[in-house]
């Protein structure tokens, strides 16, 4: 009788691991190795949560490549954004990670170089044809000399990663225009957001001739710009002043975040 029952007990034990074996299915795989590029947008300044790691690139575990990389487990994740950057700093400091097998890689860039600080310092303190003027030249920087920069940057990209499927992801829009709050005149805040406009177009149209993903997040911060009354943006911040005009922590999690998940 003894017998007979350890029989039936091994038996319902082995029955039990092949179903268990048999309605598991495959161990789900890994994201893709995932590496984060770009300037202070991709970085995460006004996002808060700082590596303190980082030093003065103000990388922000609240950033949105943070956000990809907790919510999928890439197989290796490396994030060298840094505050400050230009496209020949993306390629002179931030490519070490790329190689064959990294799958994914998000990058803003060219906004410094195209005067984006600049601008925003003589629009706040300047008058409104100061702003214009200021403007109209980064416009003519983006449109005429950009465009072989953010080329180099690609082919960089591409050259070290062939692999990779790359997402540019670009910048929101300031202000929400035609209503009225306190700070810049409604002259100020439509050249601003123009430039952003001829920015993202610009580097929607580079990204499109080298095969890369443009995520355009002007959607996303649709109604969330300054002086929405929801803002996803910081405007002028005293202390630390390097947080002013860009995204906070919503912005990334709910701006940049939504944008880069749907086009990775």
Not at 250 to 260: E, K, M
Request: proline letters at 4%.
């Amino acid at each position: 009788m003894r017998l007979t029952k350890s029989f039936a007990a091994i038996g319902t034990a082995i029955l039990a691991i092949g179903l268990s074996l048999g309605l598991s299915g495959p161990a789900q795989a890994a994201a893709p190795a995932y590496v984060a590029l770009g300037d202070s947008y991709s970085a995460g300044n006004g996002a808060g949560n700082y590596d303190s790691s980082s030093g003065d690139c103000h990388r922000s575990f609240s950033a949105y490549p943070y956000l990809w990389k907790n919510a999928h487990s890439p197989s290796s994740f490396s994030d060298t954004a840094c505050s400050g950057a230009v496209t020949t700093d993306v390629i002179n400091n931030q490519l070490g990670p790329l190689n064959s097998s990294t799958g994914l890689v998000s990058i803003t860039i060219g906004g410094n170089d195209a005067g984006f600080s600049d601008v925003m310092t003589t629009c706040v303190t300047g008058s409104d044809s100061d702003c214009v003027n200021r403007v109209n030249t980064a416009e003519n920087y983006v449109r005429n000399t950009l465009p072989a920069k953010l080329d180099a940057v690609y082919n960089a990209i591409h050259a070290k990663a062939p692999n990779a499927h790359v997402v540019v992801l670009g910048y929101p829009d300031m202000y929400t225009l035609n209503v009225f709050c306190i700070g810049l005149d409604s002259t100020k805040h439509a050249k601003i957001d123009e430039a952003a406009d001829v920015l993202d177009t610009t580097t929607a149209a580079r990204a499109a001739a080298h095969g890369f993903t443009f995520g355009d997040v002007r959607s996303t911060f649709k109604g969330h710009e300054l002086c929405s009354g929801d803002d996803y943006l910081h405007s002028l911040v005293v202390s630390p002043s390097w947080e002013s005009y860009h995204p906070t922590a919503t912005g990334h999690s709910a701006g940049y975040y939504p944008v880069l998940n749907a086009d990775a």
